[in-house]
């Protein structure tokens, strides 16, 4: 047994016998734990600590982290799910880590919207948007997906991607130009066709009535009705 896997031990054993450990004390070993990288052991005392009264809301965001680290995804879909529902500082981190999930299984409409929720309880927060782009990018979403990175780039001109994301925006801006020209396009022929089929029309009309005009009316002729001479007479 490894020491990392010994002190977990020691530390659940402490836990279990004595039942001393506030939730302060709980967390922060959970927190050493998930600071060093180590979502294995890291889960197994906060699936214990998320059960404990008062304990920090961060206890769900590192437990859904850590079984994101361990491709556990749906567990950690879930653990966020329950961490957003308490959050109050970290409402923005959940649905960020909620899209990246969902990223991560090619949910990608899904993604979309969750990341939107984390624009929306933080609008200054830049990862959110980069995260953003990259599924509206998938989607096909261009327009939306430039902005984003547009975006992204005023909040963090430092980024170390910073270059290879102005570089994807003049792509970007050449895909844009050739899909305003498309539709351009697209829009002249359907005015086109819209108009050849009016002047078709038109032309059908004046036809079927020209047609209608050059028809001679049918008369009884011009001396009026014919009748009887003779007064009918009754016989006796």
Known sequence: MNRSIRALAAFCLTVTVSGALSAADLFQECERLFMENKPREAAAILEQAVRTSGVDEKAWLYLGISYQQLSRL??????????????????????????????AQSK?????????QAVLERPD???SYLNRANVRLKLGRIHDAASDYTTYLALD?????AESIRKLLALLSDD????????????????AEEEARKALLDALAQSLKDSAG??????????GP????????LED
């Open 108 to 116: 990608n409409a899904f993604a979309d919207e969750t990341y939107g």
């Open 74 to 103: 749906d567990d950690a879909l879930g653990a966020f799910r329950k961490g957003v529902a308490v959050s109050v500082r970290y409402r923005h981190l959940f649905y960020y880590n909620m899209g990246n999930c969902y990223a």
């Open 125 to 127: 927060y830049p990862p």
């Open 157 to 161: 001109p430092a980024s170390p991607q």
């Open 176 to 191: 844009i130009d050739a899909e305003e020209q498309a539709k351009a396009d697209a829009e002249a022929k359907r005015i």
């Open 214 to 223: 050059n028809t001679t009316n049918m008369t009884g002729g011009t001396d």
């Open 226 to 233: 014919q009748g009887y001479v003779d007064d009918l007479q």
